[in-house]
T-cell receptor, first 114, second 115 residues
Framework: AQSVTQLGSHVSVSEGALVLLRCNYS??????LFWYVQYPNQGLQLLLK??????LVKGINGFEAEFKKSETSFHLTKPSAHMSDAAEYFC????????????FGKGTKLTVNP | DGGITQSPKYLFRKEGQNVTLSCEQN?????MYWYRQDPGQGLRLIYY???????QKGDIAEGYSVSREKKESFPLTVTSAQKNPTAFYLC??????????????FGEGSWLTVV
């Protein structure tokens, strides 16, 4: 069965600083990996996803993530944080041939300080 | 505009009542899902449906029921058997299921509070 661990339920950065949100997954077969963002009282919006091919994936709002099979990781980064990046971020995993379930991590709340 | 519409946004339920959350999508997606979100718990799958007139239980189906009579609609009923229903409920849909790597799109969510 797949699982996702997001390290750090809260991350705080200064505006203009690097954003790094960590995600490790467990899957017995090659995974499909996703990052979603959620603003307060709203649904989730896809930031980026990895299915096959290039392991460095670029998404919306300047975010990117790198799939590292050897480390079973899919960390989310952004070179320079903006105040509008303050939100909760969720990593999720599914796999080919698996159930139709997308398994989510517990989320990381990002605070951006001026 | 194409998307997923959930209603109502806020709903209050008295003890012992059943309530139904509506979810409609005009994306022509085959698969639809209901997730429950509690603070610090991430999202947990309640039910999902891959085709009309068929649905499967997720991880926390007890106390909930669904129907899928039309492709665009997937209502969720929270029954009185659900002991702790206060949560944020998210409806989602995708072209095919998660096992195909397809993106799952989410509605804006519905808050249910027991009073």
């Amino acid at each position: 069965a797949q699982s996702v661990t997001q390290l750090g339920s809260h991350v705080s950065v200064s505006e203009g600083a690097l954003v790094l949100l960590r995600c490790n997954y467990s899957s017995s077969v090659p995974p499909y990996l996703f990052w979603y963002v959620q603003y307060p009282n709203q649904g989730l919006q896809l930031l980026l996803k990895y299915t096959t091919g290039a392991t460095l994936v670029k998404g919306i709002n300047g975010f990117e993530a790198e799939f590292k099979k050897s480390e079973t990781s899919f960390h989310l980064t952004k070179p320079s944080a903006h105040m509008s990046d303050a939100a909760e971020y969720f990593c999720a995993v599914s796999r080919q041939g698996g159930s139709e379930k997308l398994v989510f991590g517990k989320g990381t709340k990002l605070t951006v300080n001026p | 505009d194409g998307g997923i519409t959930q209603s109502p946004k806020y709903l209050f339920r008295k003890e012992g009542q059943n309530v139904t959350l509506s979810c409609e999508q005009n994306l022509n997606h085959d698969a639809m899902y209901w997730y429950r979100q509690d603070p610090g718990q991430g999202l947990r799958l309640i039910y999902y449906s891959q085709i009309v007139n068929d649905f499967q239980k997720g991880d926390i189906a007890e106390g909930y029921s669904v129907s899928r009579e039309k492709k665009e609609s997937f209502p969720l009923t929270v029954t009185s058997a659900q002991k702790n229903p206060t949560a944020f409920y998210l409806c989602a849909s995708s072209n095919q299921g998660a096992s195909s790597g397809n993106t799952i799109y989410f509605g804006e969510g519905s808050w249910l509070t027991v009073v």
